[in-house]
């Protein structure tokens, strides 16, 4: 219960939404204003996934963590890692006893969204290592925490109240040029952070902090809406492009390696300050300053915009049936195999969703299949996934009237 509790606890900050390389309007958002994602943890937990699965290390061993999953930046990088692995899958369920779950369509969106936004948030925090990097790191050279430490800088009890990492992230960064001169005055390297790092040091403060008045500060998931507006509004967008589009001042916020967590974004933030700040001067830009409440707007923003990276290509998609055998087994429009379903007659293939639900939910049937004509089940990159949607789209029957 307590780890069901802690997964729970996060995931009430993730959301979901799935839109249709196809060309159909998409559905609800990743992030606000739709907050669809509490259906994405529905999924999670009553299909049985955390059985296997962990979430930010709470859950099964079985499988991989899904918050640490590597290279799945797009919608369709998760979904060709779930087919990939479906007959490894589907044989530890068989080992274990437990029924493959089926999938709706929307439970795909949704449990897909939750797997794509759930290294947004961080891993507790350890207090231990957090002490030890406090004194590393020599940020108690300067400031207090409950009896220990400087007096230089402001003493850091108030962070007792915070709520997310971020926050002390956004003061650090706002206060960057002033920390600057002070690591000069005391002859001291300004030191570097990790994700990890700010975690376990913003742990630590919790932990050793006095307690103080005042209200408890708080950080909510970022609105992707809000976080557009203050790219512009706070100057990122004068250095820094957009999966491709604007300046090549600064590095490309939306490219593979910014699928990043909250906290390791301001982490990389406090990492480039004395460049950053450089460059603005520089530009005769003014340095901005940031809440961290707008800090998580902005990663919000940047988080979206690769969940469908680009439409897929149909005639790419119509070259990998053959290519992947498909059509081996299945037929379109009477042409091909006579196994599998004909897909020009199959109300499966009118979004990506629905084909990823469909791929799994038939699963078994095709593993028999693969195994009984010798055929080696084809491996999906993100892309050919795409592709193969696009493809398939453009044969689907319009939905009937009523």
């Known amino acids: 219960m307590r780890g069901r509790a802690i997964v729970a606890g996060v995931v009430l900050w993730l959301v979901v939404g799935v839109a249709s390389a196809s060309g159909q309007q998409p559905g609800p958002g990743p992030f606000a204003p739709d907050w669809a ?3 994405g943890w529905n999924v999670y937990a009553e299909k049985g996934c955390g059985r296997c699965h962990a979430v ?13 999953m590597q290279g799945a930046a797009t919608f369709f990088d998760i979904g060709a890692s779930m087919w990939n692995h479906l007959p490894k899958m589907g044989e530890r369920m068989r080992v274990a006893g437990v029924e493959r779950p089926r999938l709706t369509a929307l439970d795909v969106s949704n449990l897909v969204a939750f797997i794509y936004t759930a290294r947004y948030f961080d891993e507790v925090g350890d207090p231990k290592r957090g002490e030890a990097l406090f004194a590393a790191k020599t940020c108690e050279t300067c400031h207090r925490v409950g009896s220990r430490g400087g007096m230089i800088g402001p003493a850091l009890d108030s962070w007792k109240r915070a709520n997310s990492p971020v926050l002390m992230a956004a003061a ?5 040029p002033r920390m600057a001169e002070g690591y000069k005055a005391i002859e001291k390297d300004r030191p570097t952070l990790t994700g990890r790092d700010l975690v376990d040091i913003v742990a630590y403060v919790g932990s050793a902090a006095e307690a103080a008045a005042g209200d408890t500060q708080q950080v909510v998931p970022g609105t992707p809406d809000r976080g557009r507006a203050l790219f512009t509004e706070k ?8 999966g491709g589009k604007g300046p090549g001042v600064g590095p490309d916020l939306g490219r593979v390696g910014h699928h990043i967590s909250l906290t390791e974004f301001a ?9 950053m700040v450089a460059k603005m001067h520089e530009r005769n830009i003014e340095v901005p300053q940031l809440t961290g409440q ?20 149909a005639r790419r998609g119509e070259a990998l049936l053959q290519s992947k055998g498909c059509l081996g087994c299945h037929a379109i429009a009477g042409k091909g195999g006579k196994v599998g379903g004909d897909f020009a007659r199959s109300a499966l293939v009118g ?23 010798g055929v080696a089940w084809p491996v999906l990159t993100g892309p050919e996934l795409g592709d193969l949607a696009a493809y398939l789209g453009t044969l689907a029957r319009p939905a009937p009237s009523r």
């Open 37 to 39: 994602m509490l259906a």
């Open 56 to 68: 930010r290390g709470v859950g099964g061993s079985g499988g991989p963590d899904l918050a640490r």
């Open 172 to 176: 650090m960064w706002n206060h960057a």
């Open 235 to 242: 100057h990122c967008a004068s250095c820094h492009a957009v």
């Open 267 to 275: 982490a990389r933030m406090w990492n480039h300050a004395p460049a």
């Open 294 to 313: 707008q800090m998580a707007d902005i990663l919000a923003y940047l988080f979206t915009t690769r969940y469908f990276e680009r439409p897929g290509s």
């Open 351 to 373: 979004s990506p969703e629905r084909l990823i639900a469909g791929m799994w939910n038939h699963s078994r049937l095709m593993e028999e299949q693969a195994t009984a004509r």
